[in-house]
Structure formats: structure tokens, C-alpha cells
């Protein structure tokens, strides 16, 4: 986790030279608050939409000058060795959590600025996904129910 927060704040220092101050977000950023429970797969970061729309080269450019390229098969992310960072458009925290962004919490840590999520926050975002979950795994079962009903008559 360590490696991952410092690769984050490198990134986050970058934004912010350009006046962006990013949302820490994902399970690095739930970490954060309640101590890691397994393995940090990416990076997720949630930034301004314009950053990922009209002004998405500044963003490019930005991560470019901290050694990152972009992903070929997914636009919002960027790589530099193993390391995956994804970022995320405030509109879809915002739709997900109904979080008023301009209210979250504001941290400095060595130099770099970020907004952080609360508790309550990943609570919403954890309960939807888990509900997303639970309907797919629901029709999974319907069609292994119904496969199995031709195959063993």
C-alpha cells in the first residue's frame, strides 16, 4: 500500500502544478481509512470531467511528463511499468455516492493536495456494487438452473 500511496502523491503533485486537485479514490483510498484488507490491484483517481472530455490532452500531457502512457484499450488509464492508474469523471462519484465534491476533505501530504472520500462514502459505493453483484450472480444461477435441467432430464 505504501508503494502505491507514494505513486499516488507523485501523480497527485503533478495535477496539482496544474491547479487540479484530484479525489483520492478506489480501494487505495478506502485503505487509507481502514487499513488494507488485501491486494491493490490500480490506482483509481477521480478528477474534473472536463480533464477526461475536452481537455483530456492536458491530462495525457500531464501524465506523460511523470513518465506514464496511455492504455491502449482503455483511454482513462495510464501505465508506467506494472503500475495501473485509472481515472474516474466526478459526475459518475457524484451520480454514485450523491457526494457535494466541493465539501469533501482536503489533505496535504508531502506537498501534494488531494480531496478524500468518507466512510459513509465507500458505504454507498461498496453497497451498490455488492447489489450489482448479487443480480448478476442471480441470473448466472437461473441459466446454470435451466442448463441443468436440459441436461439432466
Known amino acids: 500500500m505504501d508503494k502505491k500511496f507514494a505513486t499516488f502523491l507523485e501523480i497527485a503533485q503533478a495535477l496539482n502544478r496544474h491547479g487540479i486537485v484530484p479525489i483520492l479514490y478506489g480501494s487505495l483510498g478506502l485503505y487509507k481509512i481502514i487499513g488494507e484488507l488485501d491486494e491493490i490491484e490500480d490506482i483509481d483517481?477521480?478528477?474534473?470531467?472536463?480533464?477526461?472530455?475536452?481537455?483530456?490532452?492536458?491530462?495525457?500531457?500531464i501524465m506523460a511528463?511523470?513518465?506514464?502512457?496511455?492504455?491502449?484499450?482503455?483511454?482513462?488509464?495510464?501505465?508506467?511499468?506494472?503500475?495501473?492508474?485509472?481515472?474516474?469523471?466526478?459526475s459518475e462519484l457524484v451520480e454514485d455516492t450523491g457526494v457535494d465534491v466541493k465539501n469533501l476533505?482536503?489533505?496535504?501530504?508531502?506537498?501534494?493536495?488531494?480531496?478524500?472520500?468518507?466512510?459513509?462514502?465507500?458505504?454507498?459505493?461498496?453497497?451498490?456494487?455488492?447489489?450489482?453483484?448479487?443480480?448478476?450472480?442471480?441470473?448466472?444461477?437461473?441459466?446454470?438452473?435451466?442448463?441443468e435441467k436440459i441436461s439432466n432430464p
Open 45 to 61: 483517481i477521480t478528477i474534473q470531467n472536463k480533464y477526461l472530455e475536452k481537455e483530456f490532452f492536458e491530462l495525457m500531457k
Open 105 to 147: 476533505k482536503i489533505t496535504k501530504v508531502n506537498g501534494a493536495e488531494f480531496q478524500e472520500l468518507a466512510p459513509e462514502h465507500y458505504l454507498i459505493i461498496y453497497r451498490k456494487t455488492l447489489g450489482k453483484w448479487e443480480e448478476r450472480i442471480a441470473k448466472i444461477k437461473r441459466k446454470i438452473d435451466a442448463l
Open 65 to 90: 511528463e511523470i513518465g506514464y502512457s496511455q492504455d491502449k484499450k482503455y483511454p482513462h488509464e495510464f501505465t508506467k511499468g506494472e503500475g495501473q492508474i485509472g481515472f474516474e469523471p466526478e
